[in-house]
C-alpha cells in the first residue's frame, strides 16, 4: 500500500521538523518535502505534488489564506490548515474553510507550540482523512474557490434575493405537512461543515418562520467567528447561541464550541439552554443531545439535517426524534459530502425522509417549514 505524500509549510523551522517527526511516526505517511511560506509552499507543491499539504494560516511572504486560494485555482490538493486560537487566527481559518481546505487543527499554544504533541493523533488522523477527499469533490472544491474570489458580495437582511423569493413560492405550493404547528430547523455537521453551512444558510429567505439550531463540531474560540462570517454572507440572522436567550423565526444559533446546546421552556417561550456536561462520543458541543433535547418540544414540528462529517454523531439523536413524530430529515447526498459519514449513519436508519445535494437542502428546508 502506498503511503500517504504530506507537504507541510510553516515559517517556523522548529515546528516544521515537529510536524514532520509526529506524521513520519505513523507507518501510513510519509513527509516529502517542508516549505518556509506560502509561496514557497505553492512552487514545491508543484514540484512534489503530495496527496495532502499542511498549512500553517499566519506566515510572512504570503499567508495561509492567500497561499490556500492560489493552490485551488492552481494546483488543488487536500488542504488541512494549522492554526492558533486568536482572533485573527479563528476568522482566517473559517475563511480557508469556506475557501476549501478539507479541515484544521489547532495549536494548542500559538504559533509556535512546544505542546503540540497534544494534537499529534487528532494531526494524523486528519491527515489520513484529508487523504481519501475523492478527486471530484476536490475539482468542486477548486470550482467554489474561482467563484469566491470573483465574487465576494454580502446580502441584505431585509430584501430576500429572487432564489429566495423563488423557493418560498415553492413552499406555498407544498404546505401541507403539520400545518397547524410551530416549526423548528436543526442542523448537525462536522468536517467540511463550515462550507456547507454557507451554501444553505445563505439560500434561506430572512423571513422564514421557524427559528434554526446548529450544532458544527470545532473548538472554542472558531464558532464565534463561523457565526459572524456566515451572519455577514445570509439574509437570515446568523450568530453564536447565548445562555437564555429566547430564540426567534430567522435566526440562527450555532452552539459555541465546547458547550452543548439543548433548549428548554420558559413560559410560552423557548430559549437556549446551555452546558458543559462530558462530551458524547468525543464531541461537545454534540448533534445527538441537541437533536434529544429538541426531541421534547411538543409546540413544535422539526426539521432535521445532517450533513457532512466523520462519525455518527445526530444519528441516535434522529432515533429519539422519529420515535416521538413530527419530523421531516433530510441528510447530505454523497456526491456534495467532503465526508461521507454521519449523512450515512443517518440515511441507514431508514428514518431520512429526503437525501438532497449540498444545494438543494436549502430549498428542502422551505419546503416543509
Not at 486560494?69 to 473559517?94: D, F, N, Y
Not at 482523512?129 to 470550482?143: I, R
Request: proline share 4%; net charge neutral.
Amino acid at each position: 500500500m502506498e503511503k500517504i505524500k504530506v507537504l507541510v509549510i510553516d515559517d517556523s523551522a522548529f515546528m516544521r521538523k515537529l510536524i514532520t517527526d509526529f506524521l513520519s511516526e505513523d507507518s501510513r505517511i510519509t513527509v516529502i518535502g517542508t516549505a518556509r511560506n506560502g509561496e514557497d509552499g505553492i512552487k514545491k507543491i508543484k514540484q512534489l505534488t503530495p496527496d495532502v499539504v499542511t498549512l500553517d494560516v499566519e506566515m510572512p511572504v504570503l499567508d495561509g489564506l492567500s497561499a490556500l486560494k492560489r493552490i485551488m485555482l492552481e494546483h488543488p490538493v487536500p488542504v488541512l490548515m494549522l492554526s492558533s486560537i486568536t482572533r485573527v487566527g479563528a476568522e482566517s481559518t473559517i475563511q480557508a474553510m469556506q475557501a476549501g481546505a478539507i479541515d484544521f487543527i489547532t495549536k494548542p499554544s500559538g504559533s509556535i507550540s512546544l505542546d503540540l504533541y497534544k494534537v499529534k493523533q487528532e494531526l494524523v488522523e486528519k491527515v489520513i482523512l484529508a487523504s481519501k477527499v475523492k478527486p471530484k469533490t476536490l475539482l468542486n472544491l477548486s470550482n467554489e474557490g474561482k467563484k469566491t474570489i470573483t465574487s465576494q458580495s454580502s446580502y441584505s437582511k431585509i430584501e430576500p434575493r429572487e432564489e429566495n423569493e423563488r423557493i418560498v413560492q415553492k413552499a406555498v405550493s407544498i404546505s401541507n405537512w403539520m400545518n397547524t404547528m410551530k416549526k423548528i430547523v436543526i442542523i448537525g455537521t462536522s468536517t467540511g461543515g463550515p462550507r456547507a453551512l454557507q451554501k444553505v444558510l445563505t439560500n434561506l429567505p430572512s423571513d422564514i418562520e421557524a427559528p434554526i439550531l446548529i450544532v458544527q463540531h470545532m473548538p472554542a474560540g472558531f464558532t464565534r467567528s463561523l457565526a459572524n462570517r456566515l451572519n455577514t454572507l445570509s439574509a437570515i440572522t446568523v450568530k453564536e447561541a447565548e445562555h437564555g436567550e429566547i430564540i426567534r423565526n430567522g435566526v440562527a444559533y450555532i452552539a459555541p464550541g465546547g458547550q452543548h446546546l439543548k433548549v428548554k421552556t420558559v413560559g410560552v417561550h423557548t430559549a437556549i439552554d446551555l452546558d458543559q456536561t462530558a462530551p458524547i462520543n468525543g464531541h461537545r458541543p454534540s448533534v445527538d443531545i441537541m437533536f434529544e433535547s429538541v426531541s421534547d418540544l411538543k409546540a413544535y414540528a422539526k426539521i432535521a439535517v445532517i450533513m457532512t462529517g466523520m462519525g455518527s454523531d445526530g444519528t441516535d439523536g434522529l432515533l429519539k426524534l422519529a420515535k416521538k413524530g413530527d419530523v421531516k430529515a433530510i441528510a447530505e447526498s454523497q456526491e456534495t459530502c467532503i465526508v461521507y459519514g454521519m449523512p450515512k449513519t443517518a440515511i441507514a436508519t431508514n428514518y431520512i425522509d429526503e437525501i438532497q445535494k449540498v444545494d438543494h437542502i436549502a430549498e428542502t428546508i422551505m419546503k416543509y417549514v
